[in-house]
């Protein structure tokens, strides 16, 4: 993905539908002073919105899944002008977004509540042990062009759930989005606790530099400046970066539903997805039918320029950069002995390219090695389920997986041999559509999660520890000063009680230890 680019010269960002090139709209860009002042209002806003609890900011997350419900088919019209998108992925965004919505607003004050431990020590039980959650006052959100809406509630509003004030930067690819996000949130009359700030790299670096807790979506070697920039400031920061995502296809497999899966799991929003699947690995036995079958799958779907008919599958590439990256993934795999089943160039007509299927590819293709983030679907051959594991997780990337088979249990078994992140049995993408589920990155895929239930939340906060008496106060504690032989027998003696094993080990106490 290309992220945070460094800025032309210029005082705004003019945004083109990569699929004609025709003007969409144009933002500002935000210099460093510009961004600093809007997380300073941010942090003026933050303590009201925290302070009216996870009651008081779930009326004002349904409220904004409502706005965005009524306004679903213009947020379509936007996605579509900005990132040249088939009318059924961009008209997926909207709802998908306000089912985020409506899933932290109602479950984030039970992920957020005290939680009390139970004392680990019979010394420490005459204490009332307290867990409080307490939100990062702003949260920095810069996310990648590939969703531009539904990205910022994927990871943007659990934040605002915890309490957070969120600064948002959009990619300068696609933030048009985003911007109708934000009118959204000022038309409600929602609280002044989420700014949108827009422009390139040094924009982004503003961001960082002015916020409390960073979550990037995008590219590994962005996401590498992103971590080290957080690290300067000593501020936490969860990355969700590029993927590889393998695909096994064994012998017992329902071909046909593999065949439809693998080429949605690979195809959806022409390939530029994270979890998008970039290897399939097929057992010999069933490898020449396979290839058939998802040629088949692939040849029939109609790519081109979508309106509001929902005519087409696969729209434009995001970028010509990314065009062009595909490209040369595909030109490298034939130059080296694969095969194009189906695809393999560019249309000719803006970022389009074919949907593509390779065969007879190995592991000295860039189109396997490298993310490619694009409509491709390289095929390997393997022996058995042991190479296919194998080379699987021969990538420096660990994001997800998808395994194919007839038999469950050894789906499972597969699965926990992954290094992935999450494995999808007999489907794709499936992980991602249950946020009770961590969405987490292994491997140069990713530091930490989102979604994942309470987690997703808490990753937002700072736990605080709150100790109190459970019963009557003396004028001392047994451990304070002044110090006794006493005095410290009794304390050790509780502890050795609690931690000791067998009784020459228990009666041990200060002062009859030989």
Same mark, same amino acid.
Request: proline letters at 6%; a neutral charge; charged letters at 20%.
């Given at each position: 993905?290309?992220?945070?680019?460094?800025?032309?010269?210029?005082?705004?960002?003019?945004?083109?539908?990569?699929?004609?090139?025709?003007?969409?709209?144009?933002?500002?860009?935000?210099s460093?002073?510009?961004?600093?002042?809007?997380?300073?209002?941010?942090? @003026? #806003?933050?303590?009201?919105?925290?302070?009216m609890?996870?009651?008081?900011?779930?009326?004002w997350?349904l409220?904004?899944?409502?706005?965005?419900?009524?306004?679903?088919?213009?947020?379509a019209?936007?996605?579509?002008?900005?990132?040249?998108?088939?009318?059924t992925d961009?008209?997926?965004?909207?709802?998908l977004?306000?089912?985020?919505?409506?899933?932290?607003?109602r479950?984030?004050?039970?992920?957020?509540? $005290?939680?009390?431990?139970?004392?680990?020590s019979? !010394?420490?039980?005459?204490?009332?042990?307290?867990?409080?959650? &307490?939100?990062?006052?702003?949260?920095? !959100?810069?996310?990648?062009?590939?969703?531009?809406?539904?990205?910022?509630?994927?990871? *943007?509003?659990?934040?605002?759930?915890?309490?957070?004030?969120? /600064?948002l930067?959009?990619?300068?690819?696609?933030?048009?989005? #985003?911007?109708?996000?934000?009118?959204?949130?000022?038309?409600?009359?929602a609280?002044? %606790?989420?700014?949108?700030?827009?422009?390139?790299?040094?924009t982004g670096?503003?961001?960082?530099?002015?916020?409390?807790?960073?979550?990037?979506?995008?590219s590994?070697?962005t996401?590498?400046? %992103?971590?080290?920039?957080?690290?300067?400031?000593?501020?936490?920061?969860?990355?969700?970066l590029?993927?590889?995502?393998?695909?096994?296809?064994?012998a017992?497999?329902?071909?046909d539903?593999?065949?439809?899966?693998?080429?949605?799991?690979?195809?959806?929003? +022409?390939?530029?997805?994270?979890?998008?699947?970039?290897?399939?690995?097929v057992?010999?036995?069933?490898? $020449?039918?396979?290839?058939?079958? /998802?040629?088949g799958?692939?040849?029939? !779907?109609?790519?081109?320029?979508? @309106?509001?008919?929902?005519?087409?599958?696969?729209?434009?590439?995001a970028?010509?950069?990314?065009?062009?990256?595909? *490209?040369?993934?595909?030109?490298?795999?034939?130059?080296?002995?694969?095969?194009?089943?189906?695809?393999? &160039?560019p249309?000719?007509?803006?970022?389009?390219?074919?949907?593509?299927?390779?065969?007879?590819? @190995?592991?000295?293709?860039?189109?396997?090695?490298?993310?490619?983030?694009?409509?491709?679907?390289? %095929?390997?051959?393997?022996?058995d389920? $042991?190479?296919a594991?194998? !080379?699987?997780?021969?990538?420096?990337?660990?994001?997800?997986?998808? %395994?194919?088979?007839?038999?469950?249990?050894?789906?499972?078994?597969?699965?926990?041999?992954?290094?992935?992140?999450?494995?999808?049995?007999n489907?794709?993408?499936?992980?991602?559509?249950?946020?009770?589920?961590?969405?987490?990155?292994?491997?140069? +895929?990713?530091?930490?999660? &989102?979604?994942?239930?309470?987690?997703?939340?808490?990753?937002?906060c700072?736990?605080?520890?709150?100790?109190?008496p459970?019963?009557?106060?003396?004028?001392?504690?047994?451990?304070?000063?002044?110090?006794?032989?006493?005095?410290?027998?009794?304390a050790?003696?509780i502890?050795?009680?609690?931690?000791?094993?067998?009784?020459?080990?228990?009666g041990?106490?200060?002062?009859?230890?030989?």
């Amino acid at each position: 993905m290309t992220d945070l680019q460094a800025a032309p010269a210029l005082s705004e960002i003019t945004v083109r539908n990569p699929a004609d090139g025709s003007v969409a709209g144009s933002v500002p860009i935000d210099s460093p002073h510009t961004v600093a002042a809007k997380a300073r209002a941010l942090r @003026d #806003a933050q303590p009201e919105w925290e302070a009216m609890g996870a009651d008081g900011r779930k009326t004002w997350l349904l409220t904004m899944q409502d706005w965005i419900l009524d306004n679903a088919d213009h947020l379509a019209d936007v996605l579509q002008s900005e990132t040249g998108k088939p009318r059924t992925d961009a008209a997926m965004e909207p709802p998908l977004s306000a089912d985020l919505l409506d899933y932290w607003a109602r479950h984030a004050g039970r992920f957020l509540a $005290d939680r009390h431990p139970a004392a680990h020590s019979p !010394l420490m039980k005459v204490k009332r042990l307290t867990t409080v959650y &307490r939100p990062f006052p702003v949260v920095g !959100l810069i996310i990648p062009w590939n969703f531009p809406l539904l990205n910022i509630a994927l990871d *943007g509003v659990a934040a605002l759930a915890a309490g957070a004030a969120m /600064l948002l930067k959009p990619s300068e690819v696609t933030p048009l989005s #985003a911007v109708e996000f934000a009118r959204g949130w000022t038309e409600i009359g929602a609280p002044p %606790v989420l700014a949108l700030t827009t422009g390139y790299a040094e924009t982004g670096a503003a961001v960082i530099a002015n916020s409390d807790c960073v979550h990037f979506t995008g590219s590994t070697a962005t996401g590498r400046k %992103v971590a080290v920039a957080c690290a300067e400031r000593l501020i936490p920061c969860t990355l969700e970066l590029g993927g590889k995502d393998p695909a096994i296809v064994l012998a017992d497999a329902d071909l046909d539903r593999a065949a439809a899966g693998i080429a949605w799991g690979g195809m959806f929003n +022409s390939g530029q997805v994270c979890v998008s699947i970039e290897r399939v690995y097929v057992e010999a036995p069933v490898y $020449d039918e396979f290839v058939a079958k /998802l040629t088949g799958e692939v040849s029939r !779907l109609r790519q081109g320029q979508d @309106d509001a008919r929902y005519r087409f599958d696969v729209g434009a590439m995001a970028t010509p950069a990314q065009r062009d990256i595909v *490209g040369r993934h595909v030109d490298d795999a034939v130059a080296r002995g694969a095969r194009i089943t189906t695809g393999g &160039r560019p249309t000719g007509v803006g970022t389009f390219f074919e949907p593509t299927v390779l065969a007879d590819v @190995d592991h000295s293709m860039t189109c396997m090695r490298e993310e490619t983030f694009g409509p491709t679907l390289p %095929v390997v051959k393997v022996a058995d389920e $042991d190479e296919a594991v194998r !080379l699987a997780n021969d990538s420096p990337y660990g994001l997800s997986a998808t %395994v194919w088979t007839g038999d469950l249990d050894r789906g499972e078994r597969v699965a926990r041999r992954l290094e992935a992140g999450a494995v999808n049995i007999n489907d794709a993408l499936s992980n991602g559509f249950n946020f009770a589920l961590p969405m987490a990155g292994w491997k140069h +895929s990713g530091i930490g999660s &989102r979604q994942g239930g309470a987690e997703g939340v808490l990753k937002y906060c700072r736990p605080q520890a709150i100790t109190a008496p459970r019963l009557p106060t003396q004028k001392r504690e047994l451990l304070w000063f002044p110090y006794s032989r006493r005095k410290s027998r009794i304390a050790a003696g509780i502890v050795r009680a609690a931690a000791g094993r067998g009784w020459r080990r228990v009666g041990r106490t200060p002062g009859n230890s030989r």
